[in-house]
């Protein structure tokens, strides 16, 4: 059971092209994690392609499949920032931190029914109910405004991206824009979080929260570093997606460790002489 705090956790003002430098350490990562590190971004690059092509012919399936895929990238993520936290504290990144994340991810938390133990679990499936509202929204608009039936990408790109006459385009990307940003908010540091501390999954989406308020130009920039990363890898035919996704992962867990000090919050595995766990940087 989570212990409770008098005061929420501590965060971070940093520079606002600190987010540059996670970019540099998830580079390091990866060449220290090697191929455990890589199999993450081949293995969401293949789940990529299976997407297009079951749904090259149906926007909206492949809409809605491509944005819950996008949305919930920081939870499929996760043992990239256990590799991450392994390395940090001089642990070898083997597979079996991978295995470890996704079979048994709190070692002393003998009680796998309650609340905080599929606290990720429960992210995860908010995530996916984001990501289910922003396709039905999209469709609706698109439905309602556009010239013509919308069945296929080629239509979507012809009549709303390249349209001559007509905003709907820009519409569209304005409300992307506009439900995107509480969920970059809500998850910008929430899954490190949870998957290193003892805390509730409110207290981690309000940690986010703060982060973001308190660091609004950093975070846009960092927002903007994971649109572009991630549309290079899509545009890429999903190939770029192999090391994106790595060092996107990566990247996020300095991220955390940078914004936030964690140190009021009990650790999710107990301190021992051979695992040392480290509250600041």
């Known amino acids: 059971m989570t212990k409770r705090r008098a005061a929420p956790l501590l965060v971070r003002s940093i520079a606002p ?15 220290r994690a090697r191929w455990v590190s890589l199999a993450h971004g081949a293995a969401l690059a293949l789940i990529g392609l299976l ?12 809409a809605g499949a491509l944005s819950g895929f996008l949305v919930v990238a920081p939870v499929l993520a996760t043992s990239l920032y256990a590799l991450s936290r392994a390395i940090e504290r001089g642990e ?12 048994n991810w709190q070692n002393s938390h003998f009680n796998k029914w309650g609340n905080d133990y599929w606290c990720m679990l429960q992210f995860g499936l908010l995530l996916a109910l984001a990501a289910t509202g922003w396709v039905l929204t999209s469709a609706g608009l698109i439905t309602l405004l556009a010239p013509v039936p919308i069945h296929t990408p080629m239509d979507f790109v012809q009549h709303v991206v390249l349209a001559r006459d007509g905003w709907l385009f820009e519409l569209w990307l304005t409300l992307g824009g506009v439900m995107a940003a509480p969920v970059f908010a809500s998850s910008v540091i929430a899954m490190p979080l949870l998957l290193d501390r003892r805390v509730t999954l409110l207290e981690a989406v309000l940690t986010s929260w703060q982060v973001v308020i ?17 549309l290079l890898g899509l545009g890429s035919l999903m190939i770029g997606l192999v090391l994106v996704i790595p060092m ?3 990247a996020s867990w300095h991220a955390y460790r940078e914004l936030v000090d964690p140190s009021a919050a009990p650790a999710r595995e107990p301190d021992t002489p051979q695992n040392p766990i480290t509250t600041s940087r």
């Not at 350490?25 to 060449?31: K, P, Q, T, V």
């Not at 997407?51 to 399936?61: D, N, S």
């Not at 609004?216 to 903007?224: D, K």
């Open 248 to 250: 996107l992962g990566h």
């Open 92 to 103: 070898p990144p083997r597979l079996q931190v991978v295995f470890k994340t996704w079979l």
């Open 17 to 31: 092209l600190q987010p540059l430098a996670w970019l540099a350490l998830g580079w390091r990562d990866i060449a």
């Open 214 to 230: 308190v660091n609004p130009l950093a975070m846009a920039i960092w927002s903007g570093v994971i649109m572009g990363f991630t």
């Open 51 to 62: 997407i297009v092509g079951l749904g090259h012919h149906r926007f909206w399936w492949l």
